[in-house]
């Protein structure tokens, strides 16, 4: 069984092995990898592509306004509050399995949604398409990590799957408005059928099954208690975006979440087969390494948005043309995981982490320049490019951290865990920038090209600044886990 040894404040990089004495990447190591991002970036689509196309929707199924946002929310809900569960659970009875049901699940809820024709149809699509993203992205990302030994080989797919997650998140914008435009909304469910089908198919004779000889008892009390904790805490953080930060609601849900996530902490430390045990939270890589992953989600989902309001409320864009202005974003984040590997190498996870936060945070102060001309266009290209790189390889830094060191048999709960960084990272990000920028428009006396604009650029100092934070916290108290 792997240990985890932390090496005081040590800042030497964990440098791999000679590259002549590396070993290569099997057929079969090709294929799986193929197969497990492609189920993750489908997935990460599935975060972004109805955003654009939500008043659409709304209109031919029949929701009102005021209920439009459940379309979105009760996806988010239910992928957010149930991953760390079910990560426990692909460690408990099977990361395939898992996986293959979670797809499934997957297909015949896109397909379902497809049809729909009343707004509970469509809800209970969205809540089931949830559902499967938090059982097959933390059961992807535990056969990713125990089909790839720690080292290049593992650097290297995490740095793919990190690329093709963050660029699923801006191509699902583009792709909504795409499908919306040429065909129908509902082929931004269809599309994903195909893909299900293909991986349920080739799945069973790629991948391998990995589960204990001895199955122990789910830690039922744990698991009741952190699902329904984070529940309540994304509820309260999506009603406090969508809302107020002051809205009885949120603050209701929010001091819930966190008293039940307490009482979850202390379940954990007296149950027999804690579904969390205290001692793996404790370990500095893991606690550290998620702290900076849910800051890397935190700053570039709520820079988006942010942007969003920019080239929409100030430049004048179409939704479709705000969706397009970010293929940029994506390229860069296709690079920064195709970098971020050879980055670990040389640097280490820890520093790579640190310097990716800090080039995030220069590309993200430059953006306080934009004025009111689509002139400044091109440094939010250059500026989004960039800092897309730099949140990549924190991102994968942050993965390789999270995941070092560990046992097979905990993979699947450090995925769980990433997993919850990343979906809870995305869920708060936009809430906090949408406050933040809404409270300085309405201190300028309304909504205009102008006061959007200086509430954008106030927000935006905020979020460089949460990069620089993260950056010095992190360089402060992360300590590096060797290698198993």
């Known amino acids: 069984m792997s240990t985890v040894e932390e090496v005081g404040s040590d800042t030497t990089p964990d440098r791999s092995p000679d590259l002549s004495t590396e070993p290569r990447m099997t057929g079969r190591q090709r294929l799986a990898l193929v197969l497990l991002l492609t189920a993750s970036f489908t997935l990460a689509v599935d975060f972004s592509i109805l955003n654009v196309t939500l008043p659409t929707i709304g209109a031919a199924v029949g929701f009102s306004l005021e209920n439009l946002q459940w379309i979105a929310t009760s996806f988010a809900l239910c992928a957010a509050g149930f991953t760390l569960l079910f990560g426990r659970v692909a460690d408990l009875f099977g990361r395939r399995r898992l996986f293959l049901g979670g797809m499934a699940l997957l297909g015949i809820a896109s397909f379902v949604g497809g049809i729909a024709t009343s707004p509970a149809m469509l809800l209970s699509a969205r809540v089931a398409q949830g559902l499967a993203t938090a059982a097959v992205t933390p059961a992807a990302l535990s056969l990713l990590t125990t089909s790839f030994p720690e080292g290049r080989l593992r650097d290297k797919a995490l740095g793919l799957n990190g690329a093709l997650m963050a660029a699923g998140f801006t191509t699902g914008a583009i792709l909504g408005g795409v499908l919306t435009d040429l065909l129908s909304w509902r082929w931004a469910f269809f599309i994903n059928v195909p893909v299900a ?83 793996f939270l404790r370990k500095a890589n893991i606690g550290w390494g998620n702290f900076a992953g849910l800051l890397a989600f935190i700053t570039e989902t709520s820079l988006v948005f942010l942007l969003t309001l920019y080239l929409q409320k100030t430049l004048g864009f179409t939704p479709l043309g705000a969706g397009l202005s970010f293929a940029v974003l994506g390229a860069g984040t296709v690079i920064g995981g195709i970098v971020a590997p050879k980055v670990i190498g040389r640097v280490g996870s ?135």
């Not at 440094?379 to 560990?406: P, S």
């Open 350 to 484: 820890k520093n790579a982490i640190v310097a990716g936060f800090l080039l995030q945070a220069v590309a993200t102060v430059s953006l306080v320049l934009l004025g009111q001309d689509s002139a400044w266009m091109a440094l939010l290209l250059v500026a989004t490019f960039v800092g897309g790189v730099a949140n990549l390889v924190a991102i994968v830094g942050f993965m390789v951290t999270a995941t070092t060191g560990l046992p097979d048999e905990e993979q699947g709960l450090a995925t769980g865990l990433a997993t919850m960084s990343q979906q809870v990272g995305i869920t708060m990000g936009i809430p906090i920038m949408s406050a933040i920028a809404t409270a300085r428009v309405h201190s300028l006396g309304g909504e205009s090209a102008s006061t959007v604009l200086s509430g954008v650029t106030t927000a935006i100092w905020v979020n460089a600044g949460l990069c620089v934070v993260a950056a010095a916290l992190v360089a402060v108290f992360l300590r590096q886990a060797k290698r198993a």
């Open 197 to 279: 089908l293909a991986v349920l198919v080739l799945a069973p004779m790629v991948l391998a099954e990995s589960r204990p000889a001895e199955r122990p008892k789910l830690d039922v009390p744990g698991a009741i208690t952190v699902t329904t904790g984070l529940l309540a805490i994304v509820f309260g953080l999506t009603t406090a975006g969508e809302k107020s930060w002051t809205d009885p609601l949120a603050l209701g849900a929010l001091a819930v979440g966190a008293v039940l996530l307490v009482l979850f902490w202390i379940i954990e430390q007296k149950v027999a087969a804690p579904l969390v045990p205290v001692a």
